[in-house]
């Protein structure tokens, strides 16, 4: 039993009903980084945090972080359908599928999206998809982005602040996105939040790049006290682990109510928890078998940076298995434009109307993004630099007059259902009065 309509794909739909047409290209295609040398920049950085070494332009893709954090909209309809469905397990499914799909962009993405500036921002108001989102840069060091999204009939509201700790560990970068995330379902008074896994990028200084993600993620129901515990498996030394998410969900007594399986990059699946028991009992002799009968060198131990075999990522599915979510796919120019979606393509998308109602600091209006985006490296780099000047400068100015940086759509607060610090948004973006926002650019 499948329990989506339809496939998910957001590729034609805009074109019809007299709604906007999205674009499906971008001005000019990504640069090669064959010749470019990653190893000269990053080896005197090894341990230490990225987000404060400046990265040469050649190594981005022209999306800013916080129009990168968007992407988690991509499957809107996943929340959609949770607001409908009157059974909370069933609510939980599409939840757990919803933050799995929130990563699924990421698959082949090597390029590095531009940090965002201290009060950029970034809008996006998709009436077809039915939502509207608004999100800040609210600090520097540590780099910290707020959004706030909601349903346009008011069905959700999804919030949260990300900080994400880079790390360079000689082969690979590792990112791992602190800060809760936050769904609220007002129809039935429910709140989920969560926190994403960690995400590494392989084989930074040679060879082929490759993406994984890894670690525990735990959705939390705060009213019915039922939780969905799902675990990114790391790769493995045979790459028989590739992109593979499992877990459970489990009443509120920590009884086990269905298992899921799937893939990041692929699909989600769920099943009763007892076949699934059964299923992965025999799929582990097999993997033994496998292991005693290998002829593989022990040096596939010492290299564990290589990327896995594509047969790796069939999913095998089980009998009495229901679909949850399936990747939209991706365009057939997607390697041409830095890996993105059909929805990656639209972010950076300017119209002479949009131009005229966003706020100064919208992420479309930076010019060091417009350039890459338009194919002119060279002046990318230089605007980058400038930016980057312009925000120091900035900075030791209002050090020096005791002035504070005022953060205009979000303040610290704790999260209301878990007590954490976080972001809250404090309202007013969407009346369109922009006339205190700084000059950034």
């Known amino acids: 039993r499948d329990i989506m309509s339809g496939d998910g794909s957001q590729g034609d739909k805009t074109q019809c009903n007299g709604v906007k047409k999205h674009r499906s290209a971008l001005p000019a295609a990504m640069f090669s980084r064959n010749n470019v040398s990653m190893w000269s920049v990053l ?17 981005n893709e022209p999306l800013s972080f916080l129009q990168r954090l968007t992407e988690y909209m991509e499957h809107t309809y996943l929340v959609q359908k949770t607001s409908a469905s009157q059974d909370s397990i069933h609510r939980m499914k599409c939840v757990a599928a919803f933050a799995v799909s929130a990563v699924a962009s990421q698959w082949e993405r090597t390029g590095k999206p531009f940090n965002p500036l201290l009060g950029e921002t970034y809008e996006l108001l998709r009436s077809d998809l039915g939502f509207r989102w608004v999100s800040e840069q609210v ?38 996105p602190r800060g809760i995330i936050t769904l609220e379902l007002p129809l039935h008074n429910e709140a989920y939040t969560w926190t994403n896994p960690t995400c590494c990028v392989h084989n930074i200084i040679m060879g082929q790049l490759w993406i994984e993600q890894y670690g525990n993620v735990e959705i939390i129901n705060h009213k019915t006290g ?168 900035a900075r030791k100015h209002r050090s020096k007059s005791d002035e504070e940086w005022k953060i205009r759509w979000f303040h610290q607060g704790p999260n209301p259902y878990t007590g954490a610090p976080d972001w809250l948004y404090t309202g007013g973006y969407w009346d369109r009065n922009y006339s205190h926002l700084p000059d950034i650019y």
């Open 226 to 393: 039922e939780r969905c515990r799902l675990t990114f498996k790391p790769c493995g030394i045979f790459g028989k682990e590739l992109h593979k998410v499992e877990g459970y969900i489990l009443d509120k007594s920590k009884r086990k109510i269905c298992a899921l399986y799937g893939k990041w990059t692929e699909c989600l699946y769920s099943v009763d928890p007892a076949t699934f028991g059964a299923h992965r009992k025999s799929d582990t002799k097999r993997s033994e078998k496998d292991r005693k009968g290998s002829t593989q060198s022990n040096n596939a131990a010492e290299e564990p940076d290589e990327m896995p075999p594509p047969e790796a990522e069939t999913v095998q599915v089980i009998a009495g298995s229901e679909l949850i979510w399936r990747i939209s796919p991706r365009p057939d120019n997607s390697r041409k434009y830095y890996a993105f979606t059909s929805f990656a393509l639209q972010l950076n998308e300017l119209d002479a109307e949009m131009e005229r109602a966003l706020p100064q600091t919208d992420c479309r209006l930076r010019p060091d993004i417009r350039a890459l985006e338009n194919g002119d490296i060279d002046a990318a780099s230089a605007e980058k630099n400038r930016l980057e000047e312009k925000q120091r400068t």
């Open 139 to 176: 600090s520097h060091h540590p780099p910290v982005s707020a959004f706030h999204a909601e349903g346009i009939k008011s069905n959700f509201m999804f919030h949260g602040s990300i900080y994400p700790k880079l790390k360079f560990w000689g082969k690979c970068v590792e990112a791992e």
């Open 43 to 59: 080896k005197k950085c090894i341990g230490m945090e990225l987000s404060k070494i400046t990265m040469p332009v050649i190594f």
